[in-house]
Every structure is written in structure tokens, then in C-alpha cells.
């Protein structure tokens, strides 16, 4: 009796990528990175943002090593980088409140800012205050946007990852890092108002001006010391991102 043809054959799997393994452990926190002297309103420390940045890393190392296991793609390698940035955000003002009590994620569907006083408004809801928190992911070093010229308190989480497209650009693998967090209370006047032509399909924004930039550097609330350098010279050289 003839032997049994075989099934199709099975493509022998990558061996795995050492880079690839390595940029799943976002880069620790520079514990002695946070200012001391920075100002936070509504009794937001800088303890209670450093635990938030930890268990953020916590979290997408933990999605990273599982999606590996799978031969899945990093998750900031598979969505689109503003989803990713506003997942950073979304998860920073999610968390903050679990570590400082006086202080609530804002309940209304899309409302602003991210952050309220605590008990200020009935069921922590507002469609729109100038008192609270507005909180965003960004890996922009300046030049921040948002959806409005506003007065607001800014605080924005600067991260360093890679995109999707890195692959196609030879960006090689490289960890999750935060690089700096900066915050201030802006006015109006430091924003900028960006329209669009009556052709164009871009989110209306407005971004942060050098006065509002100023204003938040000068109150740093972390900067991971060994990117100092670097960040310093890109910033004076009018690059946005590392």
C-alpha cells in the first residue's frame, strides 16, 4: 500500500529577534528624575504621577510579553500613533485617580479636562470647566496640540516609542520610554488656533505657542536625565521629536 501524502508543509517559524525581546520591557523610570519644587493643583503630587508612569509600564510590558508569545505585533507598533498617544493619555487620567483622592476622572463623554476636583461637580461630570486637569500623551517635545484654544491646566507625558511605519524606515525595535512630564496653567493667548480648508478632513486643532511651552518647561515635573542632553539640543534646534 503506498504511504500517506503528506499535509502541506508548515513554514518553519523566525527565530526569535534578541531587539525585538527587549523593546517588549519598556525602560524603567528614572526614580530621581521627578522636581521636587514642581507645582500640581488639587493636591496631585509627584509620588502619585510617578506611581501612575510605573503602572502604565507595568501595563503595556505586560501586553508587549503576551502579544509576544502569540508572534503578535507590540501594540504601539500596531496602532495608529495619535490612537496610541491618546491611549497614554487616556490611561494617565484614568489612573491618577486612583492614587490621589482629590482628584476624579471627568464622567461626561468627552468632557473637559480630563481631570476635576473631586466632588466640585455632581457625579464628577462637566461638559467644560477651567478648573481641573487636562491631561495628554504626546511624543512631540513641543508644539502640543488640543481640539481647542483654552484656559486650561495642561500636564503632557512625553514618550519616546516606535510606529508602525518604523519597520519600512529601518527603525530598528527599541523600548517604551517616557521622557519628560511638563505642566502649567495656560490662557488663551498661548495657544495658537489651527484651521482647515474647506477641502481638508483634519481634526480643527490648536497648539501650544513658545509663551505656553515656557511656561510648562519652567515647571517640569520629570525628565528622564539621560535624554537630557539630547532633548535640550533637539528643543534649541526646533526639532519636535527625539
Not at 523593546?23 to 493636591?43: E, T
Not at 486612583?98 to 461630570?125: E, Q, R
Not at 488656533?193 to 474647506?198: C, D, K, L, M, V
Amino acid at each position: 500500500m503506498a504511504e500517506e501524502e503528506n499535509g502541506p508543509e508548515v513554514a518553519a517559524a523566525a527565530p526569535p529577534d534578541p531587539a525585538e525581546e527587549a523593546a517588549c520591557v519598556p525602560h524603567p523610570l528614572d526614580r530621581d528624575g521627578f522636581n521636587s519644587r514642581c507645582r500640581i493643583p488639587f493636591g496631585v503630587t509627584t509620588d502619585q504621577i510617578a506611581s501612575t508612569m510605573q503602572e502604565f509600564l507595568s501595563f503595556l510590558g505586560f501586553i508587549n510579553g503576551s502579544l509576544r508569545t502569540k508572534r503578535i505585533k507590540r501594540f504601539e507598533t500596531m496602532l495608529m500613533p495619535a490612537n496610541f498617544s491618546s491611549l497614554v493619555g487616556e490611561f494617565m487620567s484614568a489612573s491618577i485617580p486612583t492614587y490621589c483622592h482629590s482628584i476624579a476622572k471627568n464622567t461626561y463623554h468627552n468632557g473637559h479636562p480630563d481631570l476635576v476636583p473631586k466632588g466640585m461637580f455632581p457625579n464628577d461630570s462637566v461638559q467644560h470647566s477651567d478648573k481641573g486637569i487636562e491631561v495628554k500623551g504626546s511624543r512631540y517635545l513641543k508644539a502640543w496640540q488640543g481640539h481647542n484654544a483654552e484656559d486650561t491646566w495642561l500636564m503632557v507625558f512625553v514618550f519616546d516609542s516606535n510606529r508602525p511605519v518604523d519597520a519600512s524606515r529601518s527603525i530598528g525595535p527599541k523600548s517604551f520610554r517616557f521622557v519628560k512630564v511638563v505642566g502649567a496653567s495656560l490662557t488663551k493667548s498661548d495657544w495658537k488656533f489651527a484651521g482647515r480648508s474647506s477641502t481638508s478632513r483634519r481634526t480643527i486643532t490648536a497648539s501650544v505657542l513658545d509663551s505656553g511651552y515656557t511656561k510648562m518647561e519652567a515647571n517640569w515635573i520629570y525628565r528622564d536625565r539621560a535624554l537630557t542632553g539630547l532633548v535640550e539640543r533637539k528643543e534649541k534646534q526646533g526639532e519636535l521629536e527625539l
